[in-house]
């Protein structure tokens, strides 16, 4: 649905969105199944260096932070694997964030898979108080299922090694656990290992791609593609992904409120009271949270990396100005009118509104399309939650303890 440009804006436009920063694009030294990233090489192969140059790289620095007005301006740098910029580049851009902050004070998070990284890696981290995310699947079998080498090797236990050399150094780390076919059986198993390795904040996040069924570039394709495609082997099934979130609720719930934090419970507990979460996959609308690549072409999301969702490249254009263009404004707004009549009639819609759009993949027996492909999944999770949401809801809104809960029965 095209809506009106300037009704949208009045509506969703907005000074406050973010950047992903992908400085080396889409490599990586890990050849994991299930990435959907890995195959991005293809839009830019023989056309551009993969790693982001200095014009591009001070660009974005000062563009970024000229675009945001809230006091604190946050860097996210990932991938394919960030480090393989190499240190040097990020003593570049933490200059470069010193020379253009101004009054304002500078953030930066690395998503890494971890095996690069060294005692010299970790005392900058430190030195410059980065916020590490540590994608880790689990104990070791449930990791190298699909965490692996190139050459298929495991990488479970350099992983490990850096979060010796992260906890040595005092450096901050959460963790980012896909949720796939191989590891969605063992909720219990995966969260009590977390907590052991000493992650106090952990995403789970669902696989989910299609893999079209033509001879394409991208295999994995989004949701507008109308060709033969499957869901692929890795993906997780919906009602066990369900079952995978009660289960690490269920361990949460009664021991580890307030000391342990999982993202989508926030999220959830946070649109149960009517307070915008900060998972954009259950925001009513999206198009806030964009992906620039190493040349400086910004992307609607860093989930639909497609030629049609290209919105420019800033040393072109302003990345302020490619942020509320209409196409952005209307990729955004499109979450929220594209939802199918199942949705409306939905109790929980006020809590999912539909989930991520790359996973709108499902039509209904109405044969509407749209429906998140994790629909059942989510019912099922909601519904069991639903009791303990109440009673947080309830605490919170009596200026409470949520941790409360831990003593509900």
Same mark, same amino acid.
């Given at each position: 649905?095209?809506?009106?440009?300037?009704?949208?804006?009045?509506?969703?436009?907005?000074?406050?969105?973010?950047?992903?920063?992908?400085?080396?694009?889409?490599?990586?030294?890990?050849?994991?199944?299930?990435?959907?990233?890995?195959?991005?090489? =293809?839009? #830019?192969?023989?056309?551009? !260096? &993969?790693?982001?140059?200095?014009?591009?790289?001070?660009?974005? +620095?000062? $563009?970024?932070?000229?675009?945001?007005?809230?006091?604190?301006?946050?860097?996210?740098?990932?991938?394919?694997?960030?480090?393989?910029?190499?240190?040097?580049?990020?003593?570049?851009?933490?200059?470069?964030?010193?020379?253009?902050?101004?009054?304002?004070?500078?953030?930066?998070?690395?998503?890494?898979?971890?095996?690069?990284?060294?005692?010299?890696?970790?005392?900058?981290?430190?030195?410059?108080?980065?916020?590490?995310?540590?994608?880790?699947?689990?104990?070791?079998?449930?990791?190298?299922?699909?965490?692996?080498?190139?050459?298929?090797?495991?990488?479970?236990?350099?992983?490990?090694?850096?979060?010796?050399?992260?906890?040595?150094?005092?450096?901050?780390?959460?963790?980012?656990?896909?949720?796939?076919?191989?590891?969605?059986?063992?909720?219990? =198993?995966? #969260?009590?290992?977390?907590? !052991? &390795?000493?992650?106090?904040?952990?995403?789970?996040?669902?696989? +989910?791609? $299609?893999?079209?069924?033509?001879?394409?570039?991208?295999?994995?394709?989004?949701?507008?593609?109308?060709?033969?495609?499957?869901?692929?082997?890795?993906?997780?099934?919906?009602?066990?992904?369900?079952?995978?979130?009660?289960?690490?609720?269920?361990?949460?719930?009664?021991?580890?409120?307030?000391?342990?934090?999982?993202?989508?419970?926030?999220?959830?507990?946070?649109?149960?009271?009517?307070?915008?979460?900060?998972?954009?996959?259950?925001?009513?609308?999206?198009?806030?949270?964009?992906?620039?690549?190493?040349?400086?072409?910004?992307?609607?999301?860093?989930?639909?990396?497609?030629?049609?969702?290209?919105?420019?490249?800033?040393?072109?254009?302003?990345?302020?100005?490619?942020?509320?263009?209409?196409?952005?404004?209307?990729?955004?707004?499109?979450? =929220?009118?594209?939802?199918?009549?199942?949705?409306?009639?939905?109790?929980?819609?006020?809590?999912?509104?539909?989930?991520?759009?790359?996973?709108?993949?499902?039509?209904?027996?109405?044969?509407?399309?749209?429906?998140?492909?994790?629909?059942?999944?989510?019912?099922?999770?909601?519904?069991?939650?639903?009791?303990?949401?109440?009673?947080?809801?309830?605490?919170?809104?009596?200026?409470?303890?949520?941790?409360?809960?831990?003593?509900?029965?």
């Amino acid at each position: 649905m095209d809506i009106s440009f300037q009704d949208a804006h009045r509506k969703y436009g907005t000074s406050i969105f973010s950047v992903m920063a992908k400085p080396i694009s889409a490599l990586c030294n890990l050849g994991c199944i299930y990435c959907y990233y890995l195959e991005k090489s =293809e839009l #830019y192969k023989g056309k551009v !260096s &993969m790693k982001m140059s200095d014009e591009v790289l001070e660009a974005f +620095v000062k $563009q970024y932070i000229e675009s945001q007005h809230l006091p604190e301006v946050e860097f996210v740098w990932q991938g394919g694997e960030p480090a393989l910029a190499g240190l040097d580049f990020y003593k570049k851009a933490v200059a470069l964030q010193r020379k253009y902050q101004g009054n304002k004070t500078i953030i930066n998070s690395f998503q890494t898979n971890g095996t690069i990284l060294n005692y010299e890696w970790c005392r900058f981290f430190a030195h410059h108080d980065f916020l590490i995310g540590l994608s880790i699947d689990g104990p070791e079998k449930l990791h190298n299922q699909n965490r692996r080498f190139k050459k298929g090797a495991g990488t479970f236990r350099q992983v490990m090694n850096a979060v010796g050399l992260l906890r040595k150094n005092n450096v901050r780390f959460n963790t980012l656990t896909t949720v796939n076919s191989e590891n969605v059986n063992y909720p219990v =198993e995966v #969260y009590n290992f977390l907590k !052991s &390795m000493g992650s106090q904040y952990m995403q789970f996040l669902p696989i +989910v791609e $299609q893999e079209a069924q033509a001879d394409v570039s991208l295999k994995l394709i989004s949701p507008a593609y109308e060709g033969l495609a499957n869901i692929t082997s890795w993906s997780v099934e919906p009602l066990a992904y369900g079952k995978f979130l009660s289960g690490v609720f269920d361990q949460w719930v009664k021991k580890d409120v307030g000391r342990h934090f999982v993202q989508i419970f926030d999220s959830t507990l946070a649109n149960w009271i009517n307070v915008a979460p900060a998972l954009c996959v259950f925001q009513k609308t999206c198009g806030e949270a964009a992906v620039i690549e190493s040349n400086g072409d910004l992307y609607s999301c860093d989930h639909f990396v497609y030629p049609e969702n290209y919105l420019g490249n800033i040393l072109e254009t302003h990345m302020n100005d490619l942020m509320k263009s209409k196409q952005q404004i209307n990729f955004g707004f499109a979450k =929220e009118t594209m939802l199918p009549e199942k949705c409306h009639n939905c109790g929980f819609k006020h809590i999912c509104n539909g989930g991520c759009p790359k996973n709108r993949t499902v039509k209904t027996m109405e044969v509407e399309k749209n429906l998140n492909y994790l629909c059942e999944g989510y019912q099922y999770f909601y519904n069991h939650v639903e009791p303990y949401m109440n009673f947080m809801a309830n605490e919170l809104r009596n200026q409470r303890s949520p941790a409360n809960v831990m003593n509900f029965e």
